[in-house]
């Protein structure tokens, strides 16, 4: 086949720079993600990533024990069973303090309830509302960043001689737990470092460090979440995720109706 050509004054030459132009980029791009995650949806795919190592996408319960410090001083310990199914549905049932066992948060979607044992209605709480020292309600009843934020990958950073992925995430609305999130999660594998909340008027509220990575749920997951106070270092809440293990669960038992009959 004959090879002829291209007309036109000055075609090599701009044709020689598109490919330049397009090299540069490539590497740029290829610089901060693995193959195969180039593209719009380079930090979605990132963030879902981390989502998965965090929990399983099926259906799981575990055990979560919260600690409140002040110092070195451990100052309250609680302990609570979560049930959840695809990050949209989740129970979280308070054992102690026995003062309180009974009480259930009920998460359908971004809605949460609790039920208290001596009150015929359920009461309307925010994830945003504080349930015990520095954790959220949303901190433990939704851990679903993927579907409440936007998330954006503003670049790398290394950190004892690892590589993270930096991504800023913001609230798609107002009725999730925080309005923004700072982000690191390590490249090639996917484990989330550590997380930076904001509140609407952007000041930093707290710090969460992902800790104690071990066999979880069928894979290797963060244990133990570390929450510090961003006035005041001395402060801190520790979830520790305990028996994790997955299992069926119908959707019959995350409605008001079969709540009654946990309680």
């Known amino acids: 086949m004959e090879c002829r050509k291209l007309p036109g004054p000055g075609r090599g030459t701009v044709i020689t720079l598109v490919a330049a132009a397009a090299m540069i980029s490539a590497v740029s791009v290829s610089a901060q993600v693995p193959p195969g995650l180039e593209g719009d949806q380079t930090a979605q795919t990132?963030?879902?990533?981390?989502?998965?190592?965090?929990?399983?996408?099926?259906?799981?319960?575990?055990?979560?024990?919260?600690?409140?410090?002040?110092?070195?001083?451990?100052?309250?310990?609680?302990?609570?069973k979560v049930l959840s199914k695809g990050n949209?549905?989740?129970?979280?049932?308070?054992?102690?303090?026995?003062?309180?066992?009974?009480?259930?948060?009920?998460?359908?979607?971004?809605?949460?309830?609790?039920?208290?044992?001596?009150?015929?209605?359920?009461?309307?709480?925010?994830?945003?509302?504080?349930?015990?020292?520095?954790?959220?309600?949303?901190?433990?009843?939704?851990?679903?960043?993927?579907?409440?934020?936007?998330?954006?990958?503003?670049g790398t950073e290394k950190i004892a001689d690892q590589d993270y992925f930096v991504l800023d995430l913001t609230a798609i609305d107002r009725s999730v737990t925080y309005q923004r999130v700072k982000y690191w999660v390590r490249q090639g594998n996917y484990f989330p470092l550590k997380a930076e909340f904001y509140s609407l008027s952007d000041r930093l509220l707290k710090t969460c460090t992902y800790d104690n990575y071990r066999q979880l749920g069928g894979r290797i997951r963060p244990a133990r979440l570390v929450m510090v106070d961003a006035l005041r270092s001395e402060s801190r809440s520790e979830m520790d995720y305990e028996d994790m293990k997955t299992r069926e669960l119908p959707d019959k038992i995350f409605t008001k109706d079969y709540l009654k009959k946990l309680q």
């Open 46 to 80: 990132i963030l879902q990533k981390a989502d998965e190592i965090r929990f399983p996408t099926q259906g799981f319960e575990m055990g979560v024990l919260i600690r409140n410090f002040e110092g070195k001083e451990a100052t309250e310990a609680r302990e609570y």
């Open 88 to 154: 949209e549905n989740t129970i979280v049932l308070t054992l102690q303090p026995a003062a309180e066992r009974g009480q259930i948060l009920l998460m359908k979607g971004r809605d949460l309830w609790m039920f208290l044992p001596d009150v015929s209605q359920p009461v309307r709480l925010s994830l945003a509302q504080r349930l015990t020292g520095l954790v959220a309600n949303g901190d433990i009843a939704r851990a679903n960043f993927a579907g409440d934020y936007t998330p954006r990958l503003t």
